[in-house]
């Protein structure tokens, strides 16, 4: 599949009319760092930080895992990565770390959760994160950030161990942004000062879809319910970017469905500007985009918002044949 949209890898993700989305790749691992070159990806938007955890039989050290970030930020060649802090729980259990039994554990103590809660593995990461960077811009983004207070103390604690840094003398990262991942719809809701607040947000979609329909993204009966493009999330969706853009703050959006080409297709006719995807995703998403009037598109999905359609899946496939 590489090989079939390498004729467009180093052209843009330019739409007919003119507009351009940013492609980004997640990664997890060093072997992923290749597909950077390999995908045309413009960065990282997701470094899921918990494999490394997930590798090992404890705690990683925090000189190995500043070894192995200055080795992603190294491949990624000066391109931005956006380093997850550890986000388990859930469907990520660390097997040395003790937990509560949990009735409900996608509802239960995860991510930023578990992070503001047992701030010594926190701590250590992201110290390990600036010392990393030495030098070089730093990108932090916080998974699973539900009200404001949690993403104001995380934050809170980067900024200390800054400070930290600076104060035994090491290299201090040449820039920091920092970043909250939007994964329920409370975060959607949150105030001004929020959205004022965060350099950037990314929209976990596997999470937020899981949680708008209140349906498991793990129980494949009721996963398939409900459509990506259904009317209801795909303008709760736009409700996120107009906030986001009111306040003049980064938005996108990394979870798979960023990575169908379709649904990425409609994300960006709803404004949405960068995307983070599986390495593989870029060239088919990038070749639809390409190929888009994003304005007409726009057209069929707003109308198709006030035609009474439970998707605009219907709408979007009709308007796509009839332009081929
Ligand atoms: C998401 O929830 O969309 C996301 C990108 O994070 P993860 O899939 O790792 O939960
Ligand atoms: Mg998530």
Same mark, same amino acid.
């Given at each position: 599949?590489?090989? &079939?949209?390498?004729?467009?890898?180093?052209?843009?993700?330019?739409?007919?009319? $003119?507009?351009?989305?940013? !492609?980004?790749?997640?990664?997890?691992?060093?072997?992923?760092?290749?597909?950077?070159?390999?995908? $045309?990806?413009?960065?990282?938007?997701?470094?899921?930080?918990?494999?490394?955890?997930?590798?090992?039989?404890?705690?990683?050290?925090?000189?190995?895992?500043?070894? !192995?970030?200055?080795?992603?930020?190294?491949?990624?060649?000066? @391109? &931005?990565?956006?380093?997850?802090?550890?986000?388990?729980?859930?469907? @990520?259990?660390? +097997?040395? #770390?003790?937990? %509560?039994?949990?009735?409900?554990?996608? !509802?239960?103590?995860?991510?930023?959760?578990?992070? /503001?809660?047992?701030?010594?593995?926190?701590?250590?990461?992201?110290?390990?994160?600036?010392?990393?960077?030495?030098?070089?811009?730093?990108?932090?983004?916080? %998974? =699973?950030?539900?009200?404001?207070? *949690?993403? @104001?103390?995380?934050?809170?604690?980067?900024?200390?161990?800054?400070?930290?840094?600076? @104060?035994?003398?090491?290299?201090? +990262?040449?820039?920091? *942004?920092? $970043?909250? #991942?939007?994964?329920?719809?409370?975060?959607?809701?949150?105030?001004?000062?929020?959205?004022?607040?965060?350099?950037?947000?990314?929209?976990?979609?596997?999470? /937020?879809?899981?949680? =708008?329909?209140?349906?498991?993204?793990?129980?494949?009966?009721?996963?398939?319910?409900?459509?990506? /493009?259904?009317?209801?999330?795909?303008?709760?969706?736009?409700?996120?970017?107009?906030?986001?853009?009111?306040?003049?703050?980064?938005?996108?959006?990394? $979870?798979?469905?960023?990575?169908?080409? /379709?649904?990425?297709?409609? =994300?960006?006719?709803?404004?949405?500007?960068?995307?983070?995807?599986? %390495?593989?995703?870029?060239?088919?998403?990038?070749? !639809?985009?390409? &190929?888009?009037?994003?304005?007409?598109?726009?057209?069929?999905?707003?109308?198709?918002?006030?035609?009474?359609?439970?998707?605009?899946? +219907?709408?979007?496939?009709?308007?796509?044949?009839?332009?081929?």
């Amino acid at each position: 599949a590489q090989q &079939r949209y390498s004729s467009i890898r180093e052209k843009p993700a330019e739409t007919l009319d $003119g507009d351009r989305i940013a !492609l980004h790749m997640n990664a997890g691992l060093m072997a992923d760092l290749p597909s950077l070159e390999g995908s $045309g990806a413009e960065g990282v938007g997701l470094f899921r930080t918990e494999l490394q955890f997930l590798v090992q039989s404890q705690v990683p050290k925090r000189g190995d895992l500043a070894a !192995l970030y200055a080795r992603v930020m190294d491949a990624a060649g000066g @391109k &931005r990565v956006a380093f997850r802090t550890l986000d388990i729980g859930s469907d @990520k259990v660390l +097997p040395y #770390m003790k937990r %509560p039994d949990e009735p409900n554990p996608a !509802l239960g103590w995860r991510a930023i959760r578990v992070g /503001l809660d047992k701030v010594g593995v926190m701590r250590m990461q992201l110290q390990a994160l600036i010392r990393a960077a030495n030098g070089r811009p730093l990108t932090v983004m916080f %998974p =699973f950030v539900a009200q404001f207070d *949690e993403f @104001k103390a995380a934050r809170e604690h980067l900024m200390r161990e800054i400070d930290r840094e600076e @104060k035994l003398g090491h290299t201090l +990262p040449a820039s920091v *942004e920092v $970043g909250a #991942m939007l994964e329920t719809p409370s975060l959607a809701f949150a105030p001004k000062q929020f959205f004022d607040m965060a350099d950037f947000i990314s929209i976990g979609g596997n999470d /937020l879809k899981q949680f =708008f329909f209140a349906a498991d993204r793990e129980n494949e009966q009721v996963r398939r319910r409900y459509d990506t /493009l259904n009317v209801s999330y795909l303008s709760f969706l736009k409700q996120i970017v107009e906030r986001a853009s009111a306040s003049g703050t980064h938005l996108s959006f990394c $979870g798979e469905d960023a990575g169908r080409p /379709l649904e990425a297709m409609c =994300f960006a006719a709803i404004g949405m500007r960068t995307l983070s995807m599986r %390495p593989a995703s870029i060239g088919p998403v990038k070749h !639809l985009l390409r &190929r888009t009037d994003l304005a007409e598109a726009r057209d069929v999905i707003e109308t198709a918002f006030t035609s009474g359609a439970q998707s605009v899946r +219907p709408a979007v496939m009709e308007w796509m044949r009839n332009r081929d």
